[in-house]
T-cell receptor, first 112, second 116 residues
Framework: SQQGEEDPQALSIQEGENATMNCSYK?????LQWYRQNSGRGLVHLIL?????REKHSGRLRVTLDTSKKSSSLLITASRAADTASYFC????????????FGGGTRVLVKP | DGGITQSPKYLFRKEGQNVTLSCEQN?????MYWYRQDPGQGLRLIYY???????QKGDIAEGYSVSREKKESFPLTVTSAQKNPTAFYLC???????????????FGNGTRLTVT
């Protein structure tokens, strides 16, 4: 299985609700990054959280990292239809050189 | 505006033909990457390059080749040896001068390759 695995695979919510998705990984990391992908487009970087950090915020996004559980969560508050996209976590592994490993993503649908 | 340009957006080829996907960046980034994405899946690393005239295989390099003759350009050739080449191909770059791992990837908008 992949280093980073997102859960759930798909999420459907109403506009204004919060969306939470999780990412689990297996080995030690330098940092964990979240990306968004709109349909048919490239990925856009959202947030990077280092292994010695526990929480970061960016606008309506909140990311937590629990290295003891090897997991991270991404919370989108007060979701909008424009938040409809796939969200991927990517881990920078200590043992894997200068590259990131991506999970399979969570597809989020925000209904107006 | 700085960014990464992938061309073409859509590409159609017959089985048995080699095809080259273009990736150009004007971000002055040292490192460049090629990923493959299959429907509903995550990204898998094909090749990456941290410096001009040097590149390394990723997790699924078989059937692909790359070159890095200029800092700005990292073309990917999908050869006839690639058994299942139909996929969405994404190029990315990163400014490794900001630290070994602590810099985000910047992506192009991808090339969708269909081989029949």
């Amino acid at each position: 299985s992949q280093q980073g695995e997102e859960d759930p695979q798909a999420l459907s919510i109403q506009e204004g609700e919060n969306a939470t998705m999780n990412c689990s990984y297996k080995t030690s990391i330098n940092n964990l990054q979240w990306y968004r992908q709109n349909s048919g487009r490239g990925l856009v970087h959202l947030i990077l959280i280092r292994s010695n950090e526990r929480e970061k915020h960016s606008g309506r996004l909140r990311v937590t990292l629990d290295t003891s559980k090897k997991s991270s969560s991404l919370l989108i508050t007060a979701s909008r239809a424009a938040d409809t996209a796939s969200y991927f976590c990517a881990t920078a592994l200590k043992a894997a050189g200068n590259k990131l490993t991506f999970g399979g993503g969570t597809r989020v649908l925000v209904k107006p | 505006d700085g960014g990464i340009t992938q061309s073409p957006k859509y590409l159609f080829r017959k089985e048995g033909q080699n095809v080259t996907l273009s990736c150009e960046q004007n971000l002055n980034h040292d490192a460049m990457y090629w990923y493959r994405q299959d429907p509903g899946q995550g990204l898998r690393l094909i090749y990456y390059s941290q410096i001009v005239n040097d590149f390394q295989k990723g997790d699924i390099a078989e059937g692909y080749s790359v070159s890095r003759e200029k800092k700005e350009s990292f073309p990917l050739t999908v050869t006839s040896a690639q058994k299942n080449p139909t996929a969405f191909y994404l190029c990315a770059s990163r400014a490794t001068s900001t630290g070994t791992y602590n810099s985000p990837l910047h992506f192009g908008n991808g090339t969708r390759l269909t081989v029949t």
